[in-house]
């Protein structure tokens, strides 16, 4: 198991840019695939992309493509989503989570760890 804490949420305006960060403590970080996830009131948590643990590689979800990149520094146990051009449509509670093995899944239960969220709020 990996606990993992969110933080860099806040309220933006259309265009803007913001960072989340995902500190991980365990030792598991190091070998276990990293991913966002986020959820708007009503609607179901919805993958937004996620990084194999020696970051050879990336997956993105289509509503995400080209605006938002995922990073992660295994020596501070930390993954980063930097998120450009932001859209009121990506207003959300974003999820840090973690899972064992070395493929990227989409589906929220395959992921074993999670964080508390943190709220992003986009306004037009």
């Known amino acids: 198991q990996v606990q993992l804490v969110e933080s860099g949420g806040g309220l933006v305006q259309a265009g803007d840019s913001l960072r989340l960060s995902c500190a991980a403590s365990?030792?598991?970080?190091?070998?276990?695939?990293m991913a966002w996830f986020r959820q708007a009131p009503g609607k179901e948590r919805e993958f937004v992309v996620g990084v194999t643990r020696n970051t050879d590689n990336t997956y993105y979800g289509d509503s995400v493509k080209g605006r938002f990149t995922i990073s992660r520094d295994n020596a501070k146990n930390t993954v980063y989503l930097q998120m450009n051009s932001l859209k009121p449509e990506d207003t959300a509670v974003y999820y840090c989570?973690?899972?064992?093995?070395?493929?990227?899944?989409?589906?929220?239960?395959?992921?074993?760890?999670w964080g508390q969220g943190t709220q992003v709020t986009v306004s037009s």
């Open positions: 989570a973690a899972r064992q093995g070395g493929i990227i899944l989409t589906y929220p239960s395959t992921y074993g760890s």
């Open positions: 365990g030792r598991a970080f190091s070998t276990s695939v």
